[in-house]
C-alpha cells in the first residue's frame, strides 16, 4: 500500500485580519523529524500568513535549516535556527528548545546523533511490542514513506491509520503508542543540564517548551538556575488558566514569554503554520537573549551532573 503524508501546511488560510503580521512562529516540526510538511513548505506556509519570522525546531536535528534557508532568503522570511532537544531528569521529561543556534556546533551534533541513534532503537522496540499486540508493522514501508524523518510514535500511528488498522492517528496512541500504553517504549533523552550547556555552547538561548500542566514553580526555577532564558507561555491546547500561569512566571522570573504553533500537520481544526505566534518586541527580547555564555569550548567546561552519560 502506498502512503502519502503529504498535508497543506496552511490548513484554511486565515482572512486579512486574522493574518499575524510581523509575528513569528517559534515552534514548527519539519519533514527532518516528526512533521509532514518539508522545510520549504513551511517558509513558504509562513509567508501566506504574513509572518516576519520562522524558526524549524525539528526533534533532535538541524537538518532541515540548510533546506530551508534558500527559500526563507526568497520570500524575505527571518529563518531563526532552531532545535528541540528530548531531556528529561529524575524520570520526568521536558522538551528543551534552541534558538539562534549555530547549527555546525559540534557537540551539540554529537549529542543530537547519539538521541537519534537512541530513537531508532526504540522505533525497532515499539514495532516489535506492536507486532505482539496483533498489529502488522512493515518498518521498510515507513522508512521509505518518511525517508528524511527520525522515526517516531506518530509516523507508526500514521501507518496505523492508513493501513486501516486503527480508525485514526489518535486512536492509535489511545489503544498502543500513548505513555502507559502497551507498546510505548521510553525515550532516550539528554539531562536538562547537558542540553541547556550544549545550546549555550552552540551560541542559542534555551526555552521551555509547552510545559507540563503540573509544571511546579520549584522545577521551573531548577531550569533557570541551569541557564534557561525562555518558556513557552501560549500554544496549542493551552488553558487561559495555564497561559496565565505561565506569563506571571515568566514575568517574576525575567525570562521571555514566547509561543509557537508546534506545527507537525494540518491534521485538526486551527492547526497551521502561524495559528499560534510570538510578537515582535518578545522575538527581539529572545535575540538578544542568545549569545554564547562560556567563554571557551564547552568541552572544557562540561556540566558535572549528566555528562559524562548525557543519553539515558
Not at 482572512?15 to 517558509?43: N, Y
Not at 496505523?160 to 485514526?168: A, D, G, I, N, P
Not at 510505548?184 to 545550546?199: E, M, S
Amino acid at each position: 500500500m502506498k502512503l502519502n503524508p503529504r498535508k497543506a501546511a496552511v490548513e484554511i488560510p486565515p482572512s486579512p485580519h486574522e493574518q499575524p503580521h510581523g509575528r513569528a512562529d517559534l515552534h514548527v516540526h519539519t519533514t527532518h523529524s516528526d512533521g509532514v510538511c518539508s522545510p520549504c513548505e513551511v517558509v513558504v506556509a509562513a509567508a501566506r500568513v504574513g509572518l516576519a519570522a520562522l524558526a524549524i525546531t525539528d526533534h533532535d536535528t538541524v537538518s532541515g535549516l540548510a533546506v530551508a534557508r534558500p527559500e526563507a532568503v526568497r520570500w524575505g522570511i527571518e529563518l531563526v535556527h532552531g532545535v528541540e532537544l528530548t531531556c528529561g531528569r529524575g524520570g520526568r521529561e521536558f522538551h528543551i528548545l534552541g534558538y539562534f543556534i549555530n547549527d555546525d556546533e559540534p557537540l551539540l551534533l554529537e549529542a543530537m546523533a547519539l538521541l537519534r541513534a537512541g530513537r531508532a532503537q526504540r522505533i525497532e522496540a515499539i514495532t516489535a511490542r506492536l507486532q505482539s499486540l496483533g498489529c502488522s508493522i512493515d518498518l521498510d514501508a515507513v522508512r521509505r514513506v518518511f525517508p528524511r524523518a527520525s522515526l517516531g510514535r506518530r509516523h507508526l500511528a500514521d501507518y496505523l491509520w492508513r493501513t486501516r488498522q486503527v480508525v485514526s492517528i489518535r486512536d492509535a496512541f489511545v489503544r498502543y503508542l500513548a505513555d502507559g500504553r502497551p507498546a510505548c517504549v521510553d525515550k532516550p533523552r539528554l539531562d536538562n543540564g547537558v542540553a541547556i550547556a550544549l545550546i549555550q555552547g552552540a551560541g542559542g538561548v534555551a526555552a521551555l517548551a509547552h510545559p507540563p500542566h503540573d509544571l511546579r514553580e520549584a522545577e521551573l526555577r531548577a531550569l533557570i538556575d541551569l541557564g534557561l532564558h525562555a518558556i513557552e507561555v501560549n500554544g496549542v491546547g493551552y488553558s487561559n488558566a495555564k497561559s496565565l500561569r505561565l506569563h506571571d512566571w515568566a514575568g517574576r522570573f525575567r525570562v521571555v514569554g514566547i509561543a509557537g504553533s508546534d506545527f507537525h500537520a494540518a491534521d485538526r481544526a486551527g492547526h497551521w503554520v502561524g495559528a499560534i505566534s510570538t510578537p515582535p518586541e518578545d522575538l527581539e527580547r529572545l535575540r538578544n537573549a542568545s549569545r554564547p555564555i562560556l567563554s571557551g569550548p564547552l568541552s572544557a567546561n562540561p556540566p558535572t551532573d549528566g555528562w559524562s552519560n548525557p543519553v539515558e
